[in-house]
């Protein structure tokens, strides 16, 4: 039997147990049935890659990143060149200037930079603009701030005027210091002798992590969302600066809420020739001048914008226009055979289900437009970045998301049956991630997160949900010796020091090579200890309802030891309560419970309270009865598994996780006896290639947050 390598740890996650002995009754056990079929899978596990410098080609990682990529074999991988890095993800930074040629540093030209002016045909003839300083507006509209070197023009016209192409040194020994200590822009404006009409499409910076996309995942799928506008396509007060350093974070490029065009045509236009740039060898530009790349790339999916409720804050009537005049832009200009299918939405806030509801709503388009894909994204968190028992909080936080997935697709399938949806950001996003001074989480943190993506793909397998996208390949902490800010490091699918994959690329890495589309899942029942304890409890994500009951019939819930509605830690018997918590959560428990066999409280604010705003808060209760223990009805929120029957080989294999900071044993069903299990057996590096163990015993020990597969026997 041929079983697919795959790994989850960067520490060892799972023992296997070799005794031969009978399993204790009361261990925790898996139950499947392997002729209940509940459905087929559509499920594709893949994964997003965003812009930022290690994919630079002068990275020192940049070989071994695009190497771990390709390895993976994931089909719509998703690459998103975005907002933080304009000149990465802008191919036209400034707009047509007709006769006028210009040219603009903004924002760090007291750095050592160089500008570049270039005439098509003939040269520079006339100097009409210059300022060194701060100056503002835009090409045909400069003025001088109150800050400007005095010589700037003269410095230009001896080193332009005269010449078909000039480079401008732009820094303090140029043109002197105008202003001390204020960081100066740099605005030329010049004509050349030939009258031509001027545009600035620049691929320059673009191109390379692009081509090097597209090679990495040749032969498989992908998902391009170039999600950045151009500032001048908005009406904003004045124009937008952007860094003139490709590598430079800026947050505050985009900007504006209303097109200056709008009818949305100009933005279609922009990325009609974006794409035709990728798709048809380049495109002729505003004035009908031919701009050639050569490039012939296959793109099967193109996404309309990101996070679109807060980039831009459209509204749901705001971007579906948009979205009409892309898809039709891109149409006309770049796929008149109609091959690219379109992806909508992308929502940061995946509950917002008036955006569902109003762009699912084909009487809401134009005719023709298609609506092949949604999509929108999920990032869990958690109270502290170095308490790897706070990871555990992912997993009610997943809970309350998977839930939410079933009302959008209820609308999905109300409105829209033939949409397809793709989650197409998935992960963790810790507290004070891009704060360079935030202490760094433990090794164990990428399992924790792999774990959580494991359970939200067995989860909406059976929702039948598309496609899943773990987010994101590289981030990384502040990272001096190569001058670059934080970039979002608990995110990072691979090392930031080497490009190697964590445990969250194994995961994924296995997700991929172990389950595909056409798998069968099966009924899986796990059953958790079966005696009940005295002290008992219960943990529930917010907006979803915690029952207690205690087991013998005539006893009552006699004392409530523990409870929470926040982000409290710990486990059964020992909870402590964290930096969030609401200080009624006893009261309000007692009320609903004291007295009672069974009780069910709502874990919501306005039962509650809201005690830290925007947090992923839940509800632990630990409890008491007035004799026997108590029950805990449903699945145990300790652990998960779920059976499959191969699509193709139709041999039967288990997903196991592991939900907990802690170790648990749990029996196997017999047929897995003598089958195989895929895991990594490292506690230093977390990079090592996995191993594989045939599983001789009847029991199975997951360290904390485990994740495996069982192949069983054929």
Request: net charge negative; with cysteine.
């Amino acid at each position: 039997m041929t079983v697919s390598i795959s790994v989850i740890s960067s520490i060892i996650l799972l023992h296997l147990s070799t005794a031969t002995a009978e399993v204790p009754p009361d261990l925790p056990s898996i139950t499947v049935d392997w002729d209940h079929h509940l459905l087929t899978s559509k499920t594709t596990t893949t994964l997003q890659v965003v812009v930022n410098p290690l994919l630079d080609r002068k990275s020192p990682v940049h070989d071994q990143i695009f190497e771990s990529l390709a390895n993976l074999e994931a089909d719509y991988v998703r690459y998103v060149p975005w907002l933080p890095y304009p000149r990465l993800g802008v191919a036209e930074l400034e707009p047509p200037s007709g006769q006028w040629l210009c040219t603009q540093l903004q924002g760090q030209s007291s750095n050592d930079w160089n500008a570049t002016l270039s005439c098509s045909m003939g040269t520079i003839n006339k100097v009409v603009f210059a300022s060194y300083g701060t100056p503002t507006g835009s090409c045909g509209n400069f003025t001088m701030g109150k800050c400007h070197a005095a010589n700037t023009s003269d410095v230009v016209m001896k080193l332009c005027v005269g010449k078909q192409m000039c480079v401008i040194p732009v820094n303090t020994k140029s043109f002197g210091d105008p202003c001390e200590s204020v960081i100066k822009q740099f605005a030329v404006q010049v004509t050349c002798s030939v009258p031509q009409n001027h545009t600035y499409w620049d691929f320059t910076v673009i191109d390379p992590m692009m081509e090097d996309l597209m090679n990495a995942t040749k032969n498989h799928t992908t998902i391009i969302n170039f999600s950045t506008i151009p500032d001048w396509l908005y009406k904003t007060p004045s124009r937008i600066p952007y860094p003139d350093n490709p590598d430079s974070v800026d947050w505050s490029y985009t900007q504006g809420t209303e097109l200056v065009d709008p009818t949305g045509k100009d933005l279609g236009n922009y990325y009609g020739r974006l794409v035709a740039w990728y798709t048809k060898g380049g495109f002729e530009d505003e004035y009908g001048i031919k701009h050639n790349s050569g490039h012939s790339f296959d793109i099967p999916y193109w996404e309309c914008l990101n996070e679109v409720e807060g980039e831009h804050h459209n509204t749901p009537e705001s971007y579906t226009m948009r979205y009409d005049e892309m898809v039709t832009g891109i149409r006309e200009m770049a796929d008149p055979e109609h091959k690219i299918k379109f992806v909508g939405m992308a929502l940061g806030g995946h509950s917002h289900y008036d955006y569902y509801t109003y762009f699912l709503n084909k009487s809401n388009h134009q005719s023709g437009i298609p609506l092949d894909f949604m999509s929108y994204h999920f990032y869990s968190s958690t109270h502290s970045r170095t308490d790897p028992s706070g990871f555990e909080a992912f997993f009610p936080s997943a809970d309350g998301f998977i839930n939410d997935v079933k009302k959008i697709e209820g609308i999905r399938k109300s409105l829209s049956p033939e949409t397809r949806t793709t989650i197409d950001e998935i992960g963790v996003i810790l507290p004070g991630d891009n704060n360079a001074k935030s202490p760094m989480f433990p090794l164990i943190y990428w399992n924790a997160a792999g774990a959580m993506y494991a359970y939200i793909f067995a989860n909406l397998a059976l929702q039948g949900i598309d496609v899943l996208g773990q987010s994101q390949l590289v981030g990384y902490p502040e990272l001096p010796h190569l001058g670059l800010d934080p970039q979002f490091p608990s995110v990072a699918l691979l090392n930031w020091t080497n490009g190697i994959g964590n445990a969250r690329y194994w995961v994924l890495h296995m997700l991929i090579h172990n389950f595909q589309p056409g798998d069968i899942l099966v009924e899986t029942t796990l059953t958790e200890e079966a005696k009940a304890k005295q002290a008992f409890c219960g943990k529930i994500v917010n907006l979803q309802n915690l029952t207690l009951e205690c087991e013998d019939t005539d006893a009552t819930i006699s004392k409530i030891e523990f409870a929470s509605y926040g982000t409290s830690t710990g486990i059964c018997g020992n909870y402590t309560l964290g930096q969030c918590n609401a200080k009624n959560s006893t009261d309000i428990v007692d009320k609903y419970c004291l007295g009672k066999k069974m009780c069910t409280v709502p874990a919501t604010t306005p039962l509650f309270g809201d005690p830290c705003y925007g947090t992923v808060k839940y509800l632990v209760v630990q409890a008491a009865c007035s004799k026997g223990g108590g029950l805990q009805p449903g699945i145990p929120a300790g652990w998960h598994a779920q059976g499959f029957i191969d699509a193709n080989s139709m041999h039967k294999k288990l997903l196991v996780i592991n939900k907990e900071f802690k170790r648990r044993e749990i029996s196997l069903p017999h047929e897995a006896v003598g089958g195989e299990f895929v895991y990594i057996d490292d506690t230093t590096t977390g990079q090592e290639k996995p191993v594989s163990r045939k599983l001789e015993g009847p029991s199975l020990v997951l360290l904390p947050y485990a994740v495996g597969v069982i192949h069983y026997p054929m």
